[in-house]
DNA sequence: TCGAAAAATGACCGATGGGTCATCTTCTGC
DNA sequence: GCAGAAGATGACCCATCGGTCATTTTTCGA
């Protein structure tokens, strides 16, 4: 997608290794999340260390590419859903495929939360995926599936809530994340006892400049 | 608490340095997290830092005397109210104070998932809770609040997804936390259109030992 | 085929952070 | 108020990790 295409003038070795390092640090931060030593990913992808900062300057760079892939991908998911007969239907199998995502890749959980507020790329296909969810919402609410009260961007902070919960048992139990997704879906459906407390998180400015959300460690 | 109460037979400068260091640590964690270094701890505390160790042999050991206290903290929450006279009242004012408790402590969060699953004492606050949510779950059943295919333990991680939920913004809207909260809440509610995926998650074995949930990074 | 540019290499650097230990300080029982 | 033990100190050790760079290897157009 967007990161892993190669820029253009590459040699072939160069090229070649490019795809080698994507490869190598989608496997290894999807295991190991974006802890991981560039090193290790180093060896996984059969490369000297030197290798890797020529291709991403920072470790951050490199994370962030992979990272972008995949909200490219959910995002693409949920283009196609948007399409889908039954709107509700819909949105359930879009936040089923993010938090099984989730579940299999430990970075992308992190990557939203941790570095990568104010890194562009990151930002800018969070943003994408964010209007996705939007429109999924919507048209589950036009059906009458989902509350009116919630916004798309509700949907995807709720996304991270469902893996996280089930998070510490994911070694024991790998997929029972379906069971919160089962009980926040509840929780969306219908008009509840009262209203949401609170205005929903709105994460642009009037400008259209993103607000800063989260400082680095 | 449990890992607070100074133990005997120290002598009157150790007793103080171990309070200093156990309010240096609370703070300290409450505000970086488990990624806070021993340094930080050691000048927060205004002693050396071979002092911290001679108290906590390891970093973990420390780590974990917060987060027990925390746990337990919790726990007298739970407890007292599990006495109230409106039960899913009672649960959801549990939940509130877990998650509000979350958002004011970085640590608590993290310790949940992260080395601790292999730590006695943790294990042992954690069992506590857990035993304490399954009580006012049940309460909040027994009252048809809540659906009853709902454990303790659900509850318990749940707190957990809710905090995450809402951490990406926390610096930005620090209480967005109480819309999700209410959205789950909400999920917990009535029967729902069908019942819950998956069996509950169960920590106990038949002999009563506890199953291996994570491995450490 | 050859030579220059592009790329790969891996030893090296500096910062960080957990943990140790010889030495100095402080407490406490007598 | 003294002696010896308990405790505090901070310099030090070592492993890790992100990042750099002089040197060597590979590519590729002419």
């Known amino acids: ?64 590419a992979i990272v972008c892939d995949q909200l490219d991908h959910l995002a693409a998911v949920g283009t196609r859903l948007s399409e889908a007969a039954d709107p509700t239907a819909a949105l359930f199998e879009f936040m089923t495929t993010a938090v099984d995502l989730q579940s299999r890749d430990r970075s992308l959980c992190q990557a939203s939360a941790e570095v990568f507020a104010d890194n562009r790329a990151v930002q800018a296909a969070a943003d994408r995926l964010t209007e996705i969810a939007e429109v999924l919402t919507g048209r589950a609410q036009t059906q009458k599936g989902i509350r009116d009260d919630v916004t798309g961007q ?64």
């Open 154 to 217: 509700d949907v995807i902070l709720l996304l991270r809530g469902i893996y996280q919960a089930a998070a510490p048992l994911s070694d024991h139990q790998p997929t029972l994340w379906r069971r919160y997704l089962a009980v926040v879906f509840e929780g969306l459906r219908s008009p509840g006892t009262q209203p949401l407390p609170l205005p929903a998180p709105d994460l642009f400015r009037s400008s259209g400049t993103r607000v800063e959300q989260h400082r680095a460690p």
């Open 1 to 64: 997608m967007s990161a892993a295409s190669e820029p253009p003038g590459l040699r072939a070795d160069a090229a070649r290794n490019r795809r080698l390092l994507l490869d190598a640090a989608a496997t290894v931060f999807a295991e190991h999340g974006t802890q991981a030593s560039i090193a290790q990913i180093a060896q996984q992808a059969g490369v000297a260390k030197g290798t890797v900062f020529r291709h991403f300057p920072t470790k951050d760079d490199l994370v962030a």
